[in-house]
């Protein structure tokens, strides 16, 4: 059979991963796939700087050449950022050709519209690379566990964050000098706020969560937290208390809506999600039928995301030939079935809470504050005062809340903050026990 051609928009980090990973296996590629998968020319920003990887890959600077270009089946689109990527995709998708993208961004933004573009045009837009690089969480949501109505998700989904976050527990590292060591690292997004403000990891999470439950992507809809206020004092608490910190995007289905929301999150240490360390990310999943299955591996980098955009182009190439009709849906669920669950707004999410604050020792402090949060119907689970630093009057007191619903916690909070004793804000992290019920 003649091979499937391939056009490359970007030979940067996945760019050049994908190149060298269709080389170097491209003879088991071609046994997979049914055919060969050649890559016919590549689009870059540099000439210069792409010579030597690109060897004889005929190169342009002109990206719409190759959208454009009649010989080419799949565009490959892999230079990031939401323009000018969506122009070359919409168009690629109007050329009839199918398109692969690692660009999270992209798809959580204007997924939608360039589902519904595909789907008119007949072809596909595959995407496993824009989340968790390398494990294959799209494809598992999508077909392994088609069975199951998905209860919810919780990832670490941005290993940038993850990587500083492990770096302050075992290190007792600040929060600053430990961005400039991932940025050094190649791991941050071009903006890196995207990785600790919680951006990139509500990009993917927003994707997920489509997938997972049947809805259109509904990014703005996502609550985004960072990690960008978290201190030492509350990573060493959490972990006095049995519990690691972690950013993790969150997607679940509630009695009247979804939660959709990332923030930093306690987790019991003894959970296996709290311990992926460093720049790794992993996906918990929760099906009614299944239970809990982890998915676990590198979210970043040249091969572990190269080799998702592999099996989407292997994928691609092996239902090229199908009809439109009996290729699994972009979302998981047939276009003229997605439902119009609400996401729920964060006052009405249901969690549980780690509050720290600062108090002065006298008697009484402790019934004002736990007398307010009973009058919130707030139920405490635990509660430690630590001894003040020396020459101090104030001392650090922990509450771990039961689980209870966010606007009451936030009523309680504005309460306990406006006590004459107790000094400025309260420092408020969800907690979530992550059961598999
Ligand atoms: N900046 C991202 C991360 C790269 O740190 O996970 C992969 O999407």
Redesign the pocket.
């Known amino acids: 059979m003649k091979p499937i051609n391939v056009g490359l928009l970007g030979l940067g980090t996945v760019g050049g991963g994908t190149l060298t990973v269709l080389r170097r296996n491209a003879e088991e590629i071609t046994r997979r796939a049914g055919r060969e998968i050649r890559v016919l020319r590549a689009a870059v920003r540099n000439l210069d700087k792409a010579k030597a990887l690109a060897g004889d890959l005929p190169l342009t600077t002109r990206p719409f050449d190759v959208v454009d270009d009649p010989d080419i089946d799949i565009v490959v689109e892999l230079i990031g950022g939401l323009e000018p990527a969506r122009e070359l995709v919409m168009r690629a998708i109007a050329n009839g050709k199918h398109v692969v993208t ?1 660009n ?1 961004h992209l798809v959580a933004k204007h997924g939608n519209e360039i589902f519904a573009a595909a789907q008119a045009r007949g072809v596909m837009v595959a995407f496993e690379a ?4 390398g494990i294959p969480i799209i494809k598992a949501l999508r077909e392994g566990l088609t069975a199951n109505r998905i209860e919810w998700l919780a990832g670490i ?7 500083i976050l492990t770096e302050m527990r075992d290190k007792g590292a600040a929060f600053a000098d430990v961005l400039k060591q ?1 940025q050094d690292l190649g ?3 071009a903006d ?1 706020t ?2 600790i403000e919680g951006i ?2 509500a990009h ?1 999470l927003t994707i997920l969560s489509a997938i997972a439950f049947g809805i259109p992507m509904q990014f703005d809809r996502a609550y985004t937290e960072g990690i960008s206020k978290l201190t030492r004092e509350d990573v060493q608490y959490a972990e006095e208390l049995g519990y690691r910190i972690k950013l993790l995007g969150i997607a679940r289905r509630a009695e009247n809506g979804i939660e959709l929301r990332v923030h930093p999150t306690l987790i019991p240490e003894r959970r296996l999600i709290a311990n992926v360390d460093g ?1 790794m ?1 992993a996906v918990l999943v929760l099906g009614d039928a299944v239970g809990p299955t982890l998915y676990y591996g590198a ?3 040249a091969e572990p ?1 190269a080799s998702a955009v592999v099996a989407d182009l292997v994928d691609v190439t092996r239902l090229h030939t199908a009809d439109p009709h009996h290729r699994v849906p972009h979302l998981a669920f047939q276009p003229d079935q997605l439902a119009d669950t609400p996401i729920l707004p964060m006052d009405e999410v249901r969690t549980a809470y780690y509050l720290r604050l600062s108090a002065f020792d006298r008697p009484g402090v402790l019934a004002d504050i736990t007398r307010i949060l009973a009058d919130s119907n707030i139920s405490i689970d635990a509660m430690v005062q630590k001894e003040p630093a020396e020459g101090e009057e104030q001392v650090n007191i922990i509450l771990l809340t039961h689980v209870t619903v966010e606007k009451n916690v936030n009523a309680a909070i504005a309460k306990i903050e406006a006590l004459d004793t107790v000094a400025g804000k309260v420092m408020r992290i969800r907690l979530e026990e992550l059961a598999a019920k």
């Open positions: 690692a999270k824009a989340v968790a690089g989904i941005n290993g940038t964050s993850n990587f991932a791991y941050a997004e890196p995207f990785d990139d990891a993917k720049a990310n979210g970043a980098g995301t």
